[in-house]
Nanobody, 115 residues
Framework: QVQLVESGGGLVQAGGSLRLSCAAS????????MAWYRQAPRNERELVAG???????NYADSAKGRFTISKDNAKNTVYLQMNSLKPEDTAVYYC?????????WGQGTQVTVSS
């Protein structure tokens, strides 16, 4: 069974940085897409950034220029480097992987940005 474990969330002041990690229980070499989503209270879950098998990335407009998604195939881990954080980035951040026709989610990690 695929497991995704996120870490790296926390409380940070506006303008600060955090790096989220998502460790997968299987090899990510064959995953089609790995992505980070977030969900703030009373909001729908939204895509933040995604990275495809060969490293092609895409970002939500709100993340462009501030966030960077990357992956380490040897560690089966995908990262989200978040810089210049804003209070509106406060949310639970989830890792998602599409693997062998199935979609898997992590349990989420809370990011709180204080003003």
């Amino acid at each position: 069974q695929v497991q995704l474990v996120e870490s790296g969330g926390g409380l940070v002041q506006a303008g600060g940085s955090l790096r989220l990690s998502c460790a997968a229980s299987m090899s990510i070499l064959t995953t089609n897409v790995m992505a980070w989503y977030r969900q703030a209270p009373r909001n729908e879950r939204e895509l933040v950034a995604g990275i495809a098998r060969f490293g092609i990335t895409n970002y939500a407009d709100s993340a462009k220029g501030r966030f960077t998604i990357s992956k380490d195939n040897a560690k089966n881990t995908v990262y989200l480097q978040m810089n210049s954080l804003k209070p509106e980035d406060t949310a639970v951040y989830y890792c998602k992987v599409e693997w062998r026709g199935e979609t898997y989610w992590g349990q989420g990690t809370q990011v709180t940005v204080s003003s």
